[in-house]
């Protein structure tokens, strides 16, 4: 293999790996047959990757992964790069915008999946929204807002205000930490006020939370979203998408986008028109 068609093979493990997890026989699978010498090389290029810091490998219910690694910047969605704090100032490319979160306790790091998925959603709700600047100031509500990285995806994607409400105070420390990281202090604004005092209505709302607490608070996001607006759901197995799907539909809502990643499933759901 030539050094040309070496670095060649890295930059698709890369992009497969960064597009979302795989275990690595998923990679073999994908990449073996495309690479002239083979599942040898595909092997060979991943322990050259995970040696530069640029994979990682991670377990998962005894299931091994290979993911980026969030020590370098990752891309989450067609639009969203996440970046750990470092000397960068500028966007990656152009339409991208980089979000910085530092790692810590709190949930929402993009090493999960629920994460991503959550990430992905919010970059395809606002795809079409972003131009849309007649109207009453655009507003996103973050629910269990952990480290802060959806509100703030939302904003730096052209979204006015953002809200993130969270009961954790270690949570919200490092979600208004991320904040300011961004330089975001003047356009959001973390809570501990629960769901049912949030006053107001927006044009994006979302939560990555478990199925029992995305139903039970349904009659509580739902009068929240204005009549234009998207709900952005993560944190559900696919076999829970039924459940899920019937107490919001109840209340108006369908899903108008949907995608899996390892086990997890991520919605947007809308009013239909």
């Given at each position: 293999m030539t050094p040309e068609d070496a670095e060649s093979l890295q930059r698709r493990i890369l992009e497969a790996a960064g597009a979302r997890r795989r275990t690595p026989a998923a990679l073999l699978r994908m990449l073996g047959a495309e690479s002239p010498p083979g599942r040898q090389a595909v092997r060979r290029a991943l322990r050259q990757l995970v040696a530069a810091g640029e994979l990682t490998y991670t377990q998962e219910f005894g299931i091994t992964w290979i993911e980026a690694s969030f020590a370098r910047p990752v891309r989450v969605s067609p639009r969203i790069v996440i970046s750990p704090p470092g000397p960068e100032e500028t966007d990656p490319a152009p339409g991208t915008r980089r979000v910085w979160i530092a790692p810590g306790a709190a949930f929402g790091g993009g090493r999960h999946p629920t994460t991503r998925l959550a990430l992905r959603g919010i970059d395809h709700a606002l795809?079409?929204?972003?131009?849309?600047?007649?109207?009453?100031?655009?507003?996103?509500?973050?629910?269990?807002?952990?480290?802060?990285?959806?509100v703030i995806a939302a904003v730096r994607l052209g979204v006015d205000f953002g809200l993130g409400i969270d009961l954790d105070p270690c949570a919200l420390a490092e979600a208004r930490a991320n904040v300011r990281r961004n330089g975001l202090e003047g356009r959001i604004r973390m809570s501990d006020e629960p769901l049912a005092n949030v006053p107001g209505t927006f044009s994006l709302t979302a939560a990555n939370l478990r199925l029992p607490t995305l139903i039970a608070m349904a009659p509580l996001l739902t009068p929240r979203c204005r009549p234009d607006g998207a709900i952005v759901l993560s944190g559900v197995r696919p076999e829970e998408e039924a459940a899920l799907l019937a107490a919001y539909g109840r209340l108006g809502f369908l899903p108008s986008w949907r995608e899996t990643e390892g086990g997890w499933s991520g919605l947007v759901l809308e009013r239909p028109r």
């Open positions: 795809a079409d929204r972003g131009e849309r600047r007649s109207g009453p100031p655009s507003r996103v509500l973050d629910v269990g807002t952990g480290s802060g990285v959806l």
